[in-house]
């Protein structure tokens, strides 16, 4: 049964409309060279969260690293980790290569056809699983993300808020009824490429935009108020201290974070959470000496570092240190030569910290 804020629109010339502005108008990005399902694959966990201009590069190097579902699959995760350094949300890049290690053993390296299949792979949501099936193969599923309900709630004025998550339900059932069945990767692709470049959240460019006639929101003048969507709550502050720890040799001591939770796997400089600014160096010092299990003597402040998480914001004071000794062993840390950091995967914040002190080191 078709939805019912269809029952008067033109879908056949919506679809061609649509297609044809994307044929002409489409970006030439790495990812669309062929429609390898790997390679889409890669794209679009890439792309969840982050800006097209920001993933190119990495998508280059990541496919010269990995190539072939084989070579991600059975990676070293430092590796993979390093790959991904900067991009953020580790977690994507570890639940694809658990997927794709799933495809070379159960499928004989095949990415799946059907949305069953593909979707009972680790970190294959809705949205992941249509864009792979419509792009690479052709299948009529809907892709829906920001840009696609953004589109779709001026379009066919549905203001419904597309901060919740049964709104994307909404937009499937939709797109099952608008999705063009003889080229649907055109389609989905057309949809996401005009609402990153024409019906974008702010301004939108109605007098260049391909389906204007079609649009109600334009018709009627409220392109601007849609779509709805509710304000997530502020993010919470975290105050921290972190230390650039050397021993009498030069060398810097790092941690291995936890395999679990925010930033799992990847590598830091030793780090305590502070209740104020006003934690003193005494204070700090005992409860770092504590975490590392050797006494640690903190000299200067040298750098304050700022990092905003979806969720959480970490303010950062650093400072250098010293240990006595490293005649010692404890898993998850290690004492490397400075000219060494660089082959570590670390979070972005602590990439500052690399960038500001080792850069005037050296």
Known sequence: MQHEKLNEFNISQFQQDLINWFKENQRTLPWRENKDPYRVWVSE???????????????????????????????????????????????????????????????????????KEISALKGVG???????????????????????????????????????????????????????????????????ELGALICT???????????????????????????????????????????????????????????????????????VEVDSHSFNKEEMAEALSLAIGKPISIRDRIQKVEHVFSHIVWDIDVYTAVIATKEWEKEGLRFVDQFQIEDFAFPVSHQKIIKHYFSESF
Not at 59 to 80: C, G, H, Q, S, V
Not at 147 to 164: F, G, H, P, T, Y
């Open 45 to 115: 966990i890439m792309l969840q969260q982050t800006r097209v201009d920001t993933v190119i590069p990495y998508y280059l190097n990541f496919m010269r690293e990995f190539p072939t579902l084989e070579d991600l699959a059975y990676a070293e995760e430092d590796r993979i980790l390093k790959a991904w350094e900067g991009l953020g949300y580790y977690s994507r890049v570890r639940n694809l290569q658990t997927a794709v290690r799933e495809v070379v053993e159960e499928y004989s390296a095949a990415v799946p056809d059907t949305l």
């Open 201 to 271: 959240p702010t301004s939108p460019g109605c007098l260049l935009c391909p389906v204007r006639e079609h649009c109600i929101a334009y018709n009627k003048g409220i392109q601007d108020t849609l779509p709805v969507k509710s304000k997530k709550k502020k993010a919470k502050r975290k105050l921290m201290a972190a230390f650039i720890i050397k021993d009498e040799d030069g060398k810097v001591l790092i941690e291995k974070r936890p395999d679990k939770g925010l930033l799992a796997g990847l590598w830091q400089f030793p780090n």
């Open 126 to 192: 809705p949205y992941t699983a249509g864009a792979i099936l419509s792009i690479a193969y052709a299948k009529p599923e809907p892709a829906v993300d920001g840009n696609v309900m953004r589109v779709l709630s001026r379009v066919l004025e549905i203001d419904e808020d597309i901060a919740k998550a049964k709104t994307r339900k909404t937009f499937e059932a939709i797109i099952y009824d608008l999705i063009s069945k003889e080229d649907p990767s055109s389609f989905n692709q057309g949809l996401m």
